[in-house]
C-alpha cells in the first residue's frame, strides 16, 4: 500500500504565494522521481513541475521562474513553492511518484488525491 497526501491549497490573490506540500509513506523501497500535475475546469492534465532523486527538474515553461520545487529524499516528501500566482494557474494539483514498492521488481506511478489552488481577486 502507498499513499500520497498533499497539503497546502487555497484560495489565493493574484500575485500571492502558496505552498504545496506532498509526503509518499508505505511500502516504498526506491523513489525515482516525485512531481506535481496540474488539471484546470475543461483542460487535460499537464505536468507542473518534477525532480529526480539524482536531482534534475523539470518545469511547464509558464511556470518557470516562479514555482520552486524541492523534494527531501530522506523524507519521501516533495514541496511545490509557487509566487507570483496568476488567475490561469487556478487548478486542482496532484502529486505524483515514480516509484517501486518493496518485493516488487518495476516502477509504476502513483498519485495523490488533488488539492485545489484558486488565485482570484
Known amino acids: 500500500q502507498v499513499q500520497l497526501v498533499e497539503s497546502g491549497g487555497g484560495l489565493v490573490q493574484p500575485g500571492g504565494s502558496l505552498r504545496l506540500s506532498c509526503a509518499a509513506s508505505g511500502s516504498i523501497s526506491t523513489i525515482n522521481s516525485m512531481g506535481w500535475y496540474r488539471q484546470a475546469p475543461g483542460k487535460s492534465r499537464e505536468l507542473v513541475a518534477k525532480v529526480f532523486s539524482s536531482g534534475p527538474t523539470t518545469y511547464l515553461d509558464s511556470v518557470l521562474g516562479r514555482f520552486t520545487i524541492s523534494r527531501d529524499n530522506a523524507k519521501n516528501t516533495v514541496a511545490l513553492q509557487m509566487i507570483s500566482l496568476k488567475p490561469e494557474d487556478t487548478a486542482v494539483y496532484f502529486c505524483?511518484?515514480?516509484?517501486?514498492?518493496?518485493?516488487?521488481?518495476?516502477?509504476?506511478?502513483?498519485w495523490g488525491q488533488g488539492t485545489q489552488v484558486t488565485v482570484s481577486s
Open positions: 505524483t511518484a515514480n516509484l517501486r514498492k518493496i518485493g516488487e521488481w518495476k516502477n509504476q506511478d502513483y
